[in-house]
């Protein structure tokens, strides 16, 4: 299984700030990356597919970047309803392996 | 619309069985690949199996291999998640999601594009 390892693990920052979220998977995944967001008491949503492309109807403040070990999610200025936890999931190989989160708190 | 609604879950005693239920609308089921994903309460996403558009491919995680039997009914639109000794460590949010080919720049993958609201598991005497 390839593990993933997001950081930091929670942050927090202002509104209009940038932010950004690293992921690292063990090995090698190409682009093979794709991005969650998750509210809390909700079901997680696709943000981007494929390391750098915006999933329909996901604002452009949103933006994903890297590709092989290194991977990064950019919130470009950070809004209210942007509180939540990020996941980074990898779609290289079976199993489908997530990270562990990174929760993004206003302050 | 896609919508996917899982039923099933509540409290179960550890060593019994339980079986999860979703129901699809909004797309055609039967050429999409689906999935169970959970979720322990407080932490982090876990893959339990896929199954493909026809039922031919099947995969689990280790951790549930062997417990946990998913299936599908193509004709009710329906995918299923049979859970045998249920164990302490099983308890979580379990949600189907469907799965689809989506294209970036250099490559094709398969994402999860639409989750159910997630059923809840217990385990617990």
């Known amino acids: 299984d390839i593990q993933m390892t997001q950081s930091p693990s929670f942050l927090s920052a202002s509104v209009g700030d940038r932010v950004t979220i690293t992921c690292r998977p063990r090995q090698s995944i190409r682009s093979y990356l794709n991005w969650y967001q998750q509210k809390p008491g909700k079901a997680p949503n696709l943000l981007i597919y494929?390391?750098?492309s915006l999933q329909s109807g996901v604002p452009s403040r949103f933006s994903g970047s890297g590709s092989g070990t290194d991977f990064n999610l950019t919130i470009s200025s950070l809004q209210p309803e942007d509180c939540a936890t990020y996941y980074c999931?990898?779609?290289?190989?079976?199993?489908?392996?997530f990270g562990g989160g990174t929760k993004v708190e206003i302050k | 619309e896609v919508q996917l609604v899982e039923s099933g879950g509540g409290l179960v005693q550890p060593g019994r069985s339980l079986r999860l239920s979703c129901v699809a609308s909004g797309f055609t089921f039967a050429e999409s690949a689906v999935h169970w994903v959970r979720q322990a309460p407080g932490k982090g996403l876990e893959w339990v199996a896929g199954?493909?558009?026809?039922?031919?491919?099947?995969a689990y995680a280790d951790s549930v291999k062997g417990r946990f039997s998913i299936s599908r009914d193509n004709s009710k639109n329906s995918l299923y998640l049979q859970i045998k000794s249920l164990r302490p460590e099983d308890m979580a949010f379990y949600y189907c999601?469907?799965?689809?080919?989506?294209?970036?720049?250099?490559?094709?993958?398969?994402?999860?594009?639409?989750w159910g609201q997630g059923t809840l598991v217990t385990v617990s005497s």
């Open positions: 999931q990898q779609s290289y190989s079976t199993p489908p392996t």
């Open positions: 999601a469907k799965e689809s080919l989506s294209c970036g720049p250099t490559s094709c993958l398969r994402v999860f594009d639409s």
């Open positions: 494929a390391a750098s």
């Open positions: 199954v493909s558009w026809n039922s031919d491919n099947v």
